[in-house]
Structure formats: structure tokens, C-alpha cells
């Protein structure tokens, strides 16, 4: 139990190398694992570059291209085409670098800050057989996803899937106190149980903490929470974020999963997202200062990194207050 999401998949991460004795670790291009050095080397996008421009890049970290679509590239234009493709795409990959020297492949179950890309049909469920194949341990990230944000308890269950390792944070205590996770399968805990584990922290397990992840997790499934984010919030995102993807020419594509969304901000102009991920060429700087200005007005705090706007309420939020939001 480390104390933030970072610390968790560094963890993670060397529990895998130290279970196998492999050094590499696959995750996606459009991810984000953590801010220390590692989780960072490990997360595919810019952030990266905080880590690399210092010059302290740890080795060992290969990237692969996530299965679902972006501006400029698609493994296809269905589900099932996308996740065959993806999926050998991922497979070259793993053989071109060999299997041998794979630890683990890194991936979040539900792309979360990247913005909310749901992984197609199929996609997770051929990672697992991958990692069967290969003998590579599977490491899925739910620092967000985790504790009823998608509306189940873990994110996985949707893909019917069962991770080698899993960590989670942010729901764990309601970001009431800091507080994260890794929990592993029956044979990486026995090998642990007679070796080293070769990882600790501070605040590893720290009591008020855990106490106050206790409570918040019995509150979570007494109330089930989760089945609430199915049944109640999740019908009010779909809907709204439908809604607001037809409305303006400046929203693109909108999707959500639970109680998690994410609308796509373009140039109407050209169709194009309104800047990069980075924050750089912006083509409409006077437009996104209006919007960011706009939500403050009306008291409305949220994730705003354009051309991305998340949509995350609270799991135990009223469906009036959620609709006043939108």
C-alpha cells in the first residue's frame, strides 16, 4: 500500500522485473503512468519528455500504439479490425524484442487522462492470451478506473480479463488521504513470501490511511457505488455527452464508460484538434481562454487540457446536480 499511483506502478514494476528477471516493460504511446521516473518513462505522451529532457531516463521501456483511433492513424474502421490489428501489431512487437526479455506489458484498462479511449472488443482479452503465450505478466493500471469509476469495481471486469498485477489509488480513499495499491496473483505472492520484494516507502501502508481506505471501500460496496454508476450516472453521461457532440461544431467525438467521459475539442475551421496535447499550436488560444474563464464563472472545476475535456464527477453525485453540470 504506497501512498499515490506512481509509487504503486513502480511497484508494480519491479515486482514484475524481479518475478521474472527480465528487464522490459510495454505500455501504450497515449497513457500516463505516474511522475516519477519510471511511471514516466513508462507513460506515452508528452510528460515523457520531462523525464528524457534531464537526462534520466531508466532503460527498459518499449512503446506500443494503443488500439483505438487518433487524428491522424487507425488500425481500422470496426472493433474487431481494430483489435486484430492492433493485436499483431502488438505481437511483432513482442517477438522483435524478445519474448525473453519481457517483463511485462503496462496498460491502463480504460485510457484515462489520454483521454478516455475505451479499448475495442476483443483487444484486452488478446493481451491476456499474449501474456499466456509469452509467459509475460500482465500489469493493468487503475489508478483512475479502479473502485467503481467505470461501473463495475474494477475496470478489467468489463473485458473479462484477470491481471497478473493491479494497482489502483485515486477511489481507494476518496483522495480523503493519500493512499494507493498493488495487489498480485497467488504465485507472484508465494515467491515474495520466501524472497525479497526489494521495494519499500515511507509512508508504505501508513495506518491512518489505510483506516481511511477501509471505510471508504465498505461505504463503496454497502452503497454499491459501482452499481449505482451503472444504473444512474453512466445513462446521464451517455446522453449529455451525445448531446453536446451533436450541438457544437467545436466538440468532436464524445465518449464515456461509467462515470468517466471525455469530449474531443476541434477547430471547426479545419476539423482538426484545437491544439496538441502539449498545449502547443493552439489554433484558436482566444477560444480556449474563453472556456477555461466560462467554467470558473459558473463554478465548474475540471480537468482542462485541451483537445481533450474530461467529464469525472463523484461517484456519489445527485443525478440533478450532475445534469446542472452539463
Given at each position: 500500500f504506497p501512498s499515490g499511483g506512481a509509487e504503486a506502478n513502480e511497484a508494480a514494476m519491479r515486482v514484475a522485473r524481479r518475478f521474472t528477471g527480465r528487464p522490459k516493460i510495454i505500455s501504450h504511446y497515449r497513457s500516463y503512468h505516474g511522475g516519477t521516473a519510471h511511471a514516466l518513462t513508462a507513460t506515452g505522451d508528452f510528460r515523457t519528455g520531462f523525464v528524457e529532457s534531464a537526462g534520466g531516463a531508466p532503460p527498459g521501456f518499449v512503446k506500443t500504439m494503443n488500439p483505438t483511433d487518433s487524428h491522424h492513424f487507425s488500425f481500422g474502421v470496426t472493433d474487431e479490425e481494430r483489435a486484430a490489428r492492433a493485436l499483431a501489431f502488438l505481437e511483432e512487437q513482442i517477438l522483435c524484442e524478445g519474448p525473453g526479455s519481457i517483463a511485462a506489458v503496462l496498460f491502463e484498462s480504460v485510457i484515462g487522462s489520454g483521454g478516455a479511449h475505451i479499448p475495442p472488443r476483443g483487444y484486452m482479452e488478446g493481451v491476456r492470451a499474449l501474456c499466456d503465450k509469452y509467459d509475460i505478466l500482465m500489469i493493468l493500471d487503475e489508478v483512475m478506473m479502479g473502485f467503481g469509476r467505470t461501473g463495475k469495481f474494477w475496470a478489467f471486469e468489463h473485458f473479462g480479463v484477470i491481471p497478473d498485477i493491479v494497482t489502483s489509488a485515486k477511489g481507494l480513499t476518496g483522495a480523503y488521504l493519500p493512499l494507493s495499491m498493488v495487489a498480485v496473483r497467488t504465485p507472484i505472492k508465494e515467491h515474495f513470501e520466501a524472497n525479497p520484494l526489494g521495494w519499500g516507502a515511507t509512508f508504505h501502508a501508513h495506518p491512518v490511511a489505510m483506516a481511511a481506505g477501509y471505510e471508504c471501500t465498505k461505504y463503496l460496496l454497502e452503497h454499491d457505488l459501482p452499481g449505482r454508476v451503472a444504473r444512474v450516472l453512466e445513462p446521464i453521461m451517455r446522453e449529455e455527452i451525445a448531446r453536446l457532440s451533436g450541438k457544437y461544431a467545436s466538440i468532436g467525438e464524445g465518449r464515456c464508460i461509467g462515470a468517466f467521459g471525455c469530449l474531443d475539442l476541434l477547430d471547426p475551421r479545419t476539423g482538426a484538434p484545437v491544439q496538441r496535447f502539449d498545449g502547443s499550436r493552439c489554433s484558436?488560444?482566444?477560444?480556449?481562454?474563453?472556456?477555461?474563464?466560462?467554467?470558473?464563472?459558473?463554478?465548474?472545476?475540471?480537468?482542462?487540457?485541451?483537445?481533450?475535456?474530461?467529464?469525472?464527477?463523484?461517484?456519489?453525485?445527485?443525478?440533478?446536480?450532475?445534469?446542472?453540470?452539463?
Open positions: 484558436k488560444p482566444e477560444a480556449i481562454a474563453t472556456f477555461r474563464a466560462a467554467l470558473r464563472a459558473n463554478g465548474l472545476f475540471g480537468f482542462v487540457r485541451p483537445p481533450a475535456f474530461h467529464i469525472a464527477p463523484p461517484l456519489v453525485i445527485e443525478p440533478e446536480v450532475l445534469l446542472d453540470g452539463f
